[in-house]
């Protein structure tokens, strides 16, 4: 089946360092990945749609300069947390685009920011 | 502003009775609309898809359906079994997006007991 490979699938660290989240699209040439957050027992929120070799387009109230996306290639998107708080802790997956319809979600990511 | 609703947020039944969930919409202009499924601490695994154009979609023991006038879509699904037990979270998207992005419910959290 469609593969998005998502690291790490957990990750603790202290307020104030960078956390770095990996989204590897592992049998398909994505062009558009998105991003999204979770809270407990929430919906997915959109935070942002990357673009392959260009500049993510963020959803209104979510800092660019905070979460930076990097879409390099089209096998690999990257989510980088920083200067993280504790109000970033939260579920992170990332999804990749299939033509018109077809969505391929990775298996997420739990930041943990103590 | 779309907004989506899942009800009920929760549910208990126990093993064999269908299930019945419930999704609606404010904005009727929708592209296609999706169910999905999340395991807890997991990614989303697709369902089923409806085109705005179709009125339901079958797959197995699931069945979609879909009155785009109403703002509505119910996703039932047949004698239900325990590994049945998950979230189920709807997703639209939009007539007026080219970039494929999906707006999500907040998910309906299901159990199947033996």
């Known amino acids: 089946g469609a593969v998005v490979s998502q690291h790490p699938s957990w990750v603790i660290c202290k307020s104030g360092t960078s956390v770095k989240i990996e989204c590897r699209s592992l049998d398909f040439q994505a062009t558009t990945m998105f991003w999204y957050r979770q809270f407990p027992k929430q919906s997915l929120m959109l935070m942002a749609t990357s673009n392959e070799g260009s500049k993510a387009t ?3 109230g979510v800092e660019k300069d905070k979460f930076l996306i990097n879409h390099a290639s089209l096998t690999l998107s990257t989510l980088t947390v920083t200067s993280a708080h504790p109000e970033d ?3 992170y997956i990332c999804s990749r685009r299939e033509g018109e319809y077809g ?4 298996s997420g990511t739990r930041l943990t920011v103590v | 502003k779309q907004e989506v609703t899942q009800i009920p947020a929760a549910l208990s039944v126990p093993e064999g009775e269908n299930l019945v969930l419930n999704c609606s ?3 009727s202009a929708i592209y296609n609309l999706q169910w999905f499924r999340q395991d807890p601490g997991k990614g989303l695994t697709s369902l089923l898809l409806i085109q705005s154009s179709q009125r339901e979609q079958t797959s197995g023991r699931l069945n979609a359906s879909l009155d785009k006038s109403s703002g509505r879509s119910t996703l039932y699904i047949a004698a239900s079994q325990p ?3 998950a979230t189920y979270l709807c997703a ?3 007539t007026t997006d080219s970039w494929g992005k999906l707006q999500f419910g907040a998910g309906t959290q299901v159990v199947v007991t033996p």
């Open chain 2, 83 to 85: 590994g049945d037990s």
């Open chain 1, 103 to 106: 969505y391929t979600f990775g």
């Open chain 2, 92 to 94: 639209l998207r939009m």
């Open chain 1, 58 to 60: 963020y959803e209104q």
């Open chain 2, 25 to 27: 919409f404010t904005d």
């Open chain 1, 89 to 91: 802790s939260s579920f």
